[in-house]
């Protein structure tokens, strides 16, 4: 294996997902907000699987994102 571009592609990858998931849940959260879903003082809980077939890797991510 080349370390050099696993690293790099694995870079990528985890760039992509962060810009990805910030745009997403910023447009899904502001949705609600707007359609008065959330009030906007809430934390909710958020939840991201990552899953790679190739290796049988599949992990749960919680967290929670405050709005105030």
Known sequence: ???EAFNMSLRKF????GVTSQREIETA???ALDSGR????????????LKI?????EVGIDGDITLE
Do not use: F, H, P, Q
């Open 14 to 17: 985890l760039k992509k997902v």
């Open 1 to 3: 294996m080349n370390e």
């Open 38 to 49: 959330l009030s906007g003082n809430e934390t909710v809980a958020a939840t991201v699987t």
């Open 29 to 31: 959260i502001r949705e």
């Open 53 to 57: 077939g190739a290796v049988g890797l």
